[in-house]
């Protein structure tokens, strides 16, 4: 029985709040049960030095954590005067995934940040980073093409991000802290919306895994996906 | 003319939202009009060394902007990998105004950490952390009170504040974003809910400003914490 | 009756003593009582990016104490590796007082910059940094204008400034390290030499101020700078 | 055809040099093809903070680059003052992947850091890395229980790495420079000497991956570790 | 001819102003022509980690420039957040040099610690810091000796210094700025007051320098220390 | 008796291994003894700021030492996120004694950077680094030359360097760890393969050390150091 009382090919609620905020070219809030993330997605007409004059653009991301968002205050990564390793680790994840929906010539000398900072955690701050971002990151670039700055989207595909692991050894997907703090296994899922793998990340915190745990948690990961992309593509038809 | 159409006295639409995420003690959405603040207040039962062994509290309090709160994007202070001047300045204002409200003794050996942190910027983002964090640090008093750690609440008044300056020739209280970027003197007043004053800071931006603007402004600040302070009382009553 | 016997109007001995080193172009030791720093003012033909090719240009001021200049060795901040807020919050102030008597556009594309180095610190070393500030910046575009570089000094208003404050319950001006350390309310005006306020930092440490006490610091401030300004014109006139 | 000449499913030549310094409990020198990395193992009767007083112990490890290991040389991190992303995220994955084959009640109250430094990169230093670490490892634990610190090995499973990718639409395994520089997928594989997975780290760079490709991708990876465990128990046996 | 027209041998004039500033248990101006450093001692009750327990005090040296201390303005080493290279190589040279005339178990679980800020530069800042850094030192260790907590003093040796170089062929001692920045070979040499060499640091910037212009450095060297040993007697016997 | 059982004036084996790693332009791995560095010399097509437009090249150094080069492990300075004092003074010692030997004019816009990491450490890890860097320079200048990049090779002299200090009483050439950790006096001496001087840098860490003293140590570097650059012209001739 899973501590929420869900299913184990449950995901919870999702909730995608677009124009979250007022000046962003995308912005949007997403939650995951009680995880709540609010993700921007900036424009700038201007690319790193290692792009400058391809006529390719660049997607990057940025993640953070206000201090209080989790159950014991964490030091701020702006006075300590340093992101952590943890953070380091989840931006770039989070950069990757995006990218790979993208077609960078067709978006051109631009760089498109993403901003994901975490308000709530409960778990999978992550996979609702990446799927309330690719959010942020539509409307931005539908927000270039209404202002004539872009021909067309320079999307290619949808992009979206689960949990999966294994909590008291059953396969289960959508991990909230509670499940998370105690999983065995853990497991991060980027597909996009052609229902191929962008980035696959398997931890065993607890004891490794067999081939056929893997097998069952790919399983979970495409199913929880699915309904991730259904509701990215609903709250963008609005 | 005031930019917003509001009389030369008039503050923005105040909410104050407790509750706003689930983990603090103390967690409030401030909106000063467009600009939205999250204040958290976090008790830890430690204080920092200069104080240890005296039985005496502290507070403290951290600012930080999301960096696409304004119109244009600004660098993440944690991948920069320091604060700012700006940020230093405010967090230490905000600490400043929310310890001249309270009991240090009757907080005992505790630490109460306020984060401010902006996720729309429309003007007076300080004064609206300091209104909120207020409100957030009586909520975490209570809560402390209610779960028999602390005998009562250490808090002995009310804080608030509220900018005020000269637009166009014009004393105005309340600026928002259009008004403080051509402001040509800019006054941030922080005032207990006994109407004595805690902090005033007055930069002449644009012309230094006579002993009689000076009169004005203050006169059109009492005006403003006045409603803030029954805004406060409202919010904390419900 | 205050530690030092002076009256509460009255403000300390102050010294200004110009070309006190032999590189800036301008460069004044000033002390206010035991109070010493040294100010040197030094220009550069270069303004900073936000400011370049618009015809105009700049003053910035960097704020330092020497590890000893107080009674008790703090820690050098170059060591350290990083500036403390309140070193940050005082050379901000500076550099604003001081260019709200500049004309920019007169100036020129050039940058001035005032380092205040605190060598012995009694209180007001802020108030002495800027008072003492001014003068070698009076002198730098005097070196300026002599050296052909200038048609005429771009400075529009001299600048000074002093602090005052309530001790033991009675208004006075010119806090000296012992009154500082124990005063109550604690206020830095700064004003130009037309009797104007450039800024205002009033900070309630002990007891919040009611309006006729800012109106009694007010009135101090007033009459301590006019002294200032007095002692700045005998000093540059020599 | 891979440009080595080497079968899809063919490592480079492994060779694993125990003792390659003479202070660290354990050091080894790891080889994959012209991929050359120092492991050593330094063991220090002492925890972090966060497990001190529990009668466990730790496994960490730290990753660098010498400047010049590659074609270009890299700015050196201890110059530029931080490690970079994709160092963290390295030492990082070291560090859990080796954890997992420890018994960290065994280990006892002692901290055992495994410093992987690359003298010579030509693909796969990260999977050479964990390789080699877990060989360092296993020495700096046999030097204790030589030494009479502990009463018998605190290692459970033997670790190894190694990785994936699609190169030009075929699977192949133990990517060298050449492939991985081109590889469309590519994914770290880190298993324990029972054939379960501890680290799975895919990341589509070309093109998305399908599920069948996944499949194989996971097979080359146990073939390819099933030959890396059989050289660490050569190496160890000597 | 040297550019000042001293005579090869010739230093120049030398200056100790004991008790420049009030706070510091020592504090001495010193000045070797126009070069002016601020020298402080200071001692407080505990030693490094390392020393800890053992009963052996320490001596350190930190040192700086303000900003305009040369002819063109320097960076603020606070503000960049780091101190140089030639910094870092100049205090540890201060600190060691005063550390050779120490009695560290007479001195007890103390640490002195030597500011050295040079207010003008003109040549042989590190030279004057030490010759003036040790009068500071012996004013210290007479304060703490007066104060009664130390028996006496634990100075076992005065230690001074002066810089030799060959300027234009001709060795020279004591390189003003002109000879220095010119010099083709540079030497600064530490002595105590029994003629004993503490430090010897030569570099050829210009040319290789051969045994006998060695031989002939280091008498001028030895020469030059007499006299300013001389001066040091003068000044602690007032 | 020496712990190693050398005579005083005998200098540890010196090995010189060229091509050590395959990417850069010259890499050595030089021995003294148990002391084992990794010299690269890598060329860049760009000067400092400094130096631009001027047809002068650059030679620069840096310096650092695996966390476990030594008996007990060393913070990894790249972690720490800063260079110790240690490291900033070695690596500066070797950029200017390289530099000595070089014309710059002849080496044109092109920087050379010589990086030593230390893989073991048994005392004189800068003379080894600055023996062992000569050649890797020189391998570099000779790629630059065959490539046709460069007509001639722009080094002018050889450089090397040993160390001295008195042990036990007696003068020493080349001091192992054993006796450097015990020397009463260091030093560190840098010459040309014509006999000349280029660095000397001793230190009297125990006792200052006597002008007879001093003779005898700069024999003893004179011929330890005619040892050493013949090793190097053995080894450049193979």
Redesign the interface.
């Given at each position: 029985m899973r501590p929420s009382g869900r299913q184990p090919d449950e995901i919870r609620e999702v909730r995608l709040t677009r124009n979250f905020?007022?000046?962003?070219e995308g912005?949007v809030l997403v939650e995951f049960g009680?995880t709540?993330v609010?993700c921007?997605a900036?424009v700038?007409e201007r690319v790193p030095g290692f792009l400058r004059g391809q006529g390719r653009g660049w997607v990057t991301a940025?993640y953070?954590m206000?201090?209080?968002?989790?159950?014991t205050?964490g030091q701020?990564?702006?006075?300590?005067?340093?992101?952590g390793?943890r953070?380091?680790?989840i931006?770039?994840l989070i950069g990757?995934s995006l990218r790979?929906g993208m077609d960078m010539e067709a978006l051109g000398e631009r760089t498109v940040?993403i901003?994901c900072?975490v308000?709530?955690?409960d778990g999978g701050t992550r996979t609702a980073s990446i799927t309330g971002g690719f959010v942020a990151l539509a409307d931005a670039m539908a927000c270039e093409v209404a202002a004539g700055r872009l021909p067309a989207s320079p999307i290619r595909?949808g992009i979206a991000s689960v949990s999966v692991g294994i909590y008291q050894g059953t396969p289960v997907v959508d991990l909230d802290y509670a499940e998370d703090s105690n999983a065995e296994t853990d497991?991060n899922v980027v597909?996009?919306d052609?229902g191929?793998?962008?980035?696959?990340?398997?931890?065993?915190e607890g004891?490794?895994?067999?081939?056929d745990e893997?097998d069952a948690m790919?399983d979970l990961a495409q199913g929880g996906i699915a309904r991730l992309v259904a509701a990215q593509r609903e709250a963008l038809s609005q």
């Open positions: 905020t007022k000046h962003a912005s009680d709540r609010i921007t900036s700038e940025e953070g206000l201090p209080r968002a989790t159950d205050r701020r990564e702006a006075a300590r005067g340093k992101q390793g953070t380091v680790e931006q770039r990757r790979a940040t901003d900072d308000i709530q955690a595909h497991m597909m996009n052609a191929d793998f962008i980035e696959v990340q398997g931890t065993a004891h490794p895994f067999r081939r893997m790919l």
